[in-house]
């Protein structure tokens, strides 16, 4: 009787809740998706084949601008891959090791408040936005103070790190760290018992933990499925198995569970900070470089290492030919990359509002994606 | 005798009416800047506080007079693939009926303060403000943009739908009060009690019919910027922006009146005759005709706060939560009230007692309750399932 058709739009590239320039081809009934077709590559910068024209050291920058929100936890995965290879892992001083953990812990706290931050914008929220802002803000001042730079902070080396914290750092971590718990009580407050935030998030994009595992789904979306997997625990590198934390994990896989799950790994990190603050204070200062040769050359091998990122698995696969100071090939595993892959199966059936919480919940940014 | 009749019915309303409307019309400006000010406020942050500063304005102030050059002054893009005349006439259909409204608001006590007093004047009004949807529509749809289009098409059925429990919500007042006139309705209020203890939970509904009317959080989804970029006024630049951010600011001000005249009493502040009764304010002359005015505004203000606290509080409904929320439980609500009152109503005449004086307790008694309800210690906060370490 009524002529019925379905209307196709393009989410994207610029659009104020893509996090970046996704662009998702949206075929809709309505406001109901039929099908969702996330169309990336729009910030592909051939990251992989440039590692192959650059000397490991020089490599470390770049990193940075993968997942540019989260730049310690690429450092920390590349420089750990490279000594993997040449096989100095068990040389870095403790004193390095700690300050990798602490620095990669604080950055996992900076990025999930600014997920938090836009994901609660995205579904309207706007208050929490701000605040999220106000912490990670005193998270920025404490990169720069150490490394100079707030957000590509290119802070880590092969063999350990460059500069050994400065005067004061500890102390205004320590300041930071007492003070957080109540600021994630605050965004608590304000989201987790709020009942339009639970009716935009329970139920929406449920992802079954055997589909999580099949889609190579890693970080929190899989933890909220309730996969007890973070690589923190089951690999274990630098000092983690000497720090205290619990794992959270999800019942039902949904957007509210990866919500609590990575409310949850907040606090979390603020905890492993708190043990890390007196741990450090007990090694010899200026102890931060294993004795290594300052040419980095790894010996012919290749190696594949993965360490827990904000957003999930981040690994790196080096291959060296044993004779140039670069790699062959480097391939990155990208956490946003592979849990992106889920959201045309989460985002079909539901309405257009909920694609926008989709994404936010997924936790993408496309420097990562597309490398 | 003609120029007797010009002057009562022309040149007087025409003349309250201009005081009136650039009175409220620089409310509605400085409303701006007040929204963006509180906001930052409570946001942790400052908000425009620089504008004027060299000339000495402080706070920011001058940002009210920017605002409006910044409008005027960009350039008017306008699509060319866009429906030309519908596109024209989206951002000022709005504008006609939320300002000819401001023409039927009593601001104070009659008849200095009312510009025209119509004895169906609250039926008028609802009849005004619910044409202001065309504009929304029609400028959605001419826009030619897919994201308009559906902000337009939200808006549309928004709207309809909530201006169902709006009327509805309405009905209870006027059976206790027995007119349509807003005059009368405020003087009922201050020779009895605020309309908003025995209607307490039709006042509740047109609080949340009227955050709905107006595309306010957290039913803002015809504009909602994450989902439709700026929804039907997307396409819309410079001037003609401005003139739906005025319409919308307009419409907000026309139902906290509405608010205030309906279930707060208007410009009295009176119970049971007592107090600030229309009777009081006019043998005071003039001085109590204003002092009646500013309770009016004071109260209107409140409300308009309202909004800004609700922007600041809330996320943003779905858009079939927001219908459910409107056919499922607002609608059947305010059926409810209106039985409810037009029972009790009845029983009070049959069996002569003041059904008003029950249903004011039950009001009373449910505000008590809802305030223990709100102050009692929260449930503590759900966390995730944690798995001890190892």
């Given amino acids: 009787m009524f002529d019925v058709h379905e209307m196709e739009v393009n989410f994207g590239p610029q659009h104020p809740s893509t996090h970046g320039v996704l662009r998702v081809i949206l075929r809709i009934d309505g406001e109901r998706i039929i099908d969702a ?18 000397s490991y050291p020089m490599c470390i920058p770049h990193t940075d601008r993968m997942d540019y929100v989260a730049s310690a936890t690429n450092n920390l995965g590349f420089v750990e891959t490279v000594e993997k290879l040449m096989g100095i892992t068990k040389q870095i001083p403790k004193r390095a090791q700690l300050m990798r953990v602490m620095l990669s812990e604080l950055q996992r706290i900076s990025s999930h ?17 701000f605040y999220c802002f106000r912490e990670r803000e005193q998270v920025l001042d404490l990169f720069e103070e150490y490394c100079g730079a707030r957000l590509t902070l290119n802070c880590m080396r092969i063999g350990g790190m460059p500069d050994d914290l400065p005067p004061g750092w500890l102390d205004g971590v320590e300041k930071f760290v007492d003070k957080f ?50 690589l923190r625990r089951a690999q274990p590198y630098e000092c983690y198995p000497e720090l205290k934390f619990e794992i959270p994990i999800g019942k039902n896989g949904d957007t509210y569970d990866r919500y609590l799950v990575r409310m949850e790994e907040m606090r979390q990190s603020n905890w492993i900070l708190k043990q890390c603050i007196p741990l450090v204070k007990k090694t010899p200062a200026g102890d931060i470089k294993a004795k290594i040769s300052r040419v980095v050359r790894p010996p012919e091998g290749e190696v594949y290492h993965s360490i827990e990122s904000p957003k ?16 062959y090939r480097c391939h990155v595993r990208p956490p946003s990359f592979v849990n992106l892959q889920a959201l045309p199966a989460m985002a079909k059936g539901h309405l257009v509002s909920d694609l926008v919480a989709l994404i936010g919940t997924i936790d993408i940014v496309l420097g990562e994606v597309d490398r | 005798m003609t120029q007797d009749l ?59 007079v920017a605002d409006p050059i910044k409008f005027i002054l960009k350039e008017d893009i306008v699509p060319s693939s866009s429906e030309k005349v519908a596109y024209f006439l989206g951002p000022m259909l709005p504008l006609i009926p939320a300002f000819l409204v401001f023409c039927l608001i009593p601001y104070g006590p009659p008849p200095t303060f009312v510009v025209t007093h119509v004895n169906v004047g609250l039926l008028l009004i609802l009849a005004l403000t619910s044409t202001g949807v065309y504009g929304i529509i029609l400028g959605g749809w001419a826009s030619n943009n897919k994201y308009s289009l559906m902000g337009g098409l ?24 027995g007119s349509f006139d807003l005059v009368h309705i405020i003087n009922y ?17 047109f609080l949340v019919a009227m955050n709905a009317e107006n595309n306010r959080t957290p039913f803002d989804l015809p504009e909602a910027e994450s989902e439709l970029v700026a929804g039907y006024h997307t396409e819309y630049s410079a001037m003609k922006f401005a003139f739906f951010m005025l319409a919308e600011y307009s ?27 229309t009777g009081v304010l006019r043998g005071m002359g003039l001085l109590g005709g204003i002092l009646g005015a500013l309770i009016f505004i004071t109260k209107v203000m409140v409300f308009m706060l309202m909004y800004i606290w609700f922007r600041a509080t809330f996320p943003r409904f779905r858009f079939d939560q927001l219908m459910d929320l409107g056919w499922k439980w607002m609608i059947p609500l305010a059926l409810a009230n209106i039985a409810v009152t037009a029972i009790v109503v009845l029983l009070g005449d049959q069996f002569d007692f003041q059904g008003e004086v029950v249903l004011s307790i039950a009001g009373a008694a449910i505000i008590v309750f809802t305030l223990i309800l709100l102050l009692r210690p929260r449930a503590k906060v759900t966390h995730a399932r944690r798995v001890s370490e190892a």
């Fill in chain 2, 6 to 64: 010009l002057l009562r019915y022309l040149i007087w309303p025409l003349v309250k009416f201009l005081v009136a409307f650039i009175i409220v019309q620089v409310i509605v400006a400085a409303m701006n800047w007040v929204e963006r000010r509180l906001l930052g406020l409570m946001q942790a942050r400052l908000g425009p506080n620089r504008v004027g500063r060299e000339f000495g304005i402080p706070w920011g102030l001058a940002q009210i």
């Fill in chain 1, 113 to 129: 408040l600014l997920w938090l931050a836009t994901h609660a914008i995205d579904i309207g929220a706007m208050t929490p936005f």
């Fill in chain 1, 181 to 230: 718990e109540d600021a994630v009580d605050e965004y608590e407050s304000l989201l987790t018992n709020n009942r339009i935030w639970k009716k935009r998030t329970v139920g929406i994009g449920v992802i079954s933990p055997e589909d999580a595992i099949d889609w190579g789904i890693t970080g929190p979306p899989l933890r909220g499925s309730g996969v007890e997997w973070d």
């Fill in chain 2, 189 to 205: 209020q201050a020779d009895h009690i605020w309309n908003l203890f025995p209607q307490l939970i039709a006042a509740f509904i």
């Fill in chain 2, 154 to 177: 939200r808006s549309a059925a928004q709207m309809v739908s909530y201006e169902v429990p709006f009327g509805l919500s309405i009905v209870g007042v006027l059976m206790l009060c």
């Fill in chain 2, 251 to 277: 419409s907000m001000m026309v139902n906290c009146c509405l608010m205030v005249s309906l279930f707060f009493g208007g410009w009295t502040m009176a119970i049971n005759g007592y107090g600030l009764t």
């Fill in chain 1, 312 to 327: 999930g698995e981040l690994g790196y696969y080096i291959i060296s030919d044993g004779k140039s100071q670069s790699a």
């Fill in chain 1, 37 to 54: 077709k996330p169309i990336i590559g729009y910030l592909h910068r051939g990251t992989e084949k440039l590692f192959e024209a650059m």
